[in-house]
């Protein structure tokens, strides 16, 4: 992909955009606070006490509220948004189960992952629930167009899990394979919040898919920025430990663009290092070092950008309004943000 040759979006304070969003979403998130913790009691205790730990253990609510603001922009007002919007959450959390076991993960936004807790054949379980749940939500709007974007949007990720799977361990993995993984496992959930929320509030075809595009840049620059993170992120910010993603197999951009662009000495390098059983605290931080000098993370940040832009520009259909301003103040925070 070729990247513009604009400058790095500057933005002072992210703490400041970050209230901002709050204090202008705070009446939806708590519609979609009482609504989440109404569907997670059930007659079976552990799916209620799995589900709960998954679903209070500090998620942004992104995804249902992604949906709820694409409804707004066509002028939706009503309050039945928000049991349509949380078949995301309870969807984004079935994979976030599902992940820690493929991953073997230990800990999950600061807490244990709950497959440490609760064994795997109990979590993978859940988390299939959690999906049979959701999907059952949306039938109940009895609309084909909104069940044929969600289930397009399942297919999808559950297809990149499985491309994260084939290539784990695998540093031959190029920059468009791994766009493919992450366009799977996180922008098309977003994508299809947006565009759900956009049918959902009586919005044209074009709107529809101007949404999708937004949802689509949004995710994908988000995942960027997580991947950054995770060689320069602070671990208390960011919920779990940094070169998480070096530890489990994973081989992101900034890696990607080390193995290609740097020196044939720094390759070998990151090859030994990331080839090994275990890789210690001093390894990660010359990982970190060379990723870093061979500008994997500038590159990285800098395709963040671009796709952040892409996503606001795809709002230009939608007249000015609050729900904008506010999608637009979202995408800028992706890029600045430190968890």
């Known amino acids: 992909m070729r990247l513009s040759s604009r400058s790095h979006l500057v933005i002072h304070d992210p703490d400041s955009i970050r209230q901002r969003i709050y204090d202008r979403i705070g009446p939806d998130l708590e519609r979609v606070e009482r609504e989440i913790q109404s569907h997670l009691d059930t007659d079976i205790p552990l799916i209620s006490v799995v589900g709960r730990y998954i679903m209070n253990s500090g998620g942004k609510r992104l995804r249902p509220l992604l949906m709820i603001l694409a409804a707004k922009l066509c002028g939706y007002r009503g309050e039945d948004d928000v049991k349509l919007a949380v078949v995301f959450e309870l969807l984004h959390a079935a994979t976030l189960l599902h992940d820690d076991v493929v991953d073997n993960a230990e800990v999950r936004r600061k807490h244990p992952a709950a497959n440490t807790l609760w064994g795997n054949p109990a979590v993978v379980l859940v988390g299939d ?41 695998n540093l031959e993995v190029d920059e468009g394979e791994y766009l493919k993984i992450i366009e799977r ?67 992101t951009l900034p890696l990607i663009f080390a193995l290609a662009n740097g020196s044939s000495r720094a390759r070998e390098e990151l090859k030994r290092i990331f080839s090994a059983e275990e890789i210690s605290a001093e390894d990660f931080s010359r990982v970190r070092e060379l990723v870093t000098q061979a500008g994997g993370i500038e590159y990285t940040m800098k395709l963040a950008e671009d796709h952040v832009s892409r996503a606001k520009g795809a709002l230009s259909i ?10 637009v103040d979202i995408a800028d925070y992706v890029v600045c943000r430190k968890m």
């Not at 044209?204 to 992120?233: C, K, N, P, W």
């Not at 208390?236 to 489990?248: A, R, S, T, Y």
Request: aromatic share 6%; glycine share 10%; net charge negative.
């Open 129 to 169: 629930y959690l999906y049979s749940r959701s999907i059952l939500m949306a039938v109940r709007y009895n609309s084909v167009d909104i069940l044929e974007v969600l289930s397009s949007a399942t297919t999808r990720m559950a297809e990149g899990e499985v491309l994260q799977l084939i290539h784990a361990d």
């Open 185 to 251: 496992k996180t922008a098309v959930l977003m994508s299809a919040a947006c565009q759900i929320g956009v049918l959902f509030g009586g919005g044209s075809d074009a709107e529809a898919e101007a949404a999708r595009r937004y949802g689509r840049h949004l995710g994908i620059a988000f995942q960027l920025v997580d991947d950054t993170l995770d060689y320069m992120g602070d671990v208390e910010e960011l919920g779990k430990p940094v070169g998480n993603d070096i530890q489990e197999g994973k081989t």
């Open 318 to 327: 939608f007249p000015p309004q609050s729900a904008r301003e506010i999608l």
